[in-house]
């Protein structure tokens, strides 16, 4: 499984970015896919997570209602749209697919997730 992010970038606070993952190795609705960060200093945390049909997300409360998650099976991506973007936001932003399948449920829970991509930075200045 190979997982590519992109879309990383310095925006001003209050603006947005768009964040993409492309997966490839296998087949893609059959897995959950997640969004997590890793700021300086601190340890990696959830963002958002969607099952492997797209029909159920959740969200860390630090950013619901500004993110928001999709993903289009057909293309192999999985998308992160970040309206409202806070200094708080900085951080790298990785994207990581569930070890097993999950077309049903998307899960905060970072030990399910065994695929990881190389991340991508998100700079929002002040």
């Known amino acids: 499984v190979q997982l590519q992010a992109s879309g990383g970038g310095l925006v001003q606070a209050g603006g947005s970015l768009r964040l993409s993952c492309t997966a490839s190795?296998?087949?893609?609705?059959?897995?959950?896919m997640g969004w997590f960060r890793q700021a300086p200093g601190n340890e990696r945390e959830f963002v958002s997570a969607?099952?492997?049909?797209?029909?159920?997300?959740t969200y860390a409360r630090s950013v619901k209602g500004r993110f928001r998650i999709s993903r289009d099976n057909a293309k192999n991506t999985v998308d992160l749209q970040m309206n409202r973007l806070k200094p708080d936001d900085t951080a790298v932003y990785y994207c990581?697919?569930?070890?097993?399948?999950?077309?049903?449920?998307?899960?905060?829970?970072?030990?399910?997730?065994?695929?990881w991509g190389r991340g991508t930075l998100v700079t929002v200045s002040s």
């Open positions: 969607v099952s492997g049909n797209g029909g159920s997300t």
């Open positions: 190795g296998r087949t893609f609705s059959d897995y959950g």
């Open positions: 990581a697919q569930t070890g097993t399948s999950s077309t049903t449920t998307a899960t905060a829970l970072e030990n399910v997730y065994d695929y």
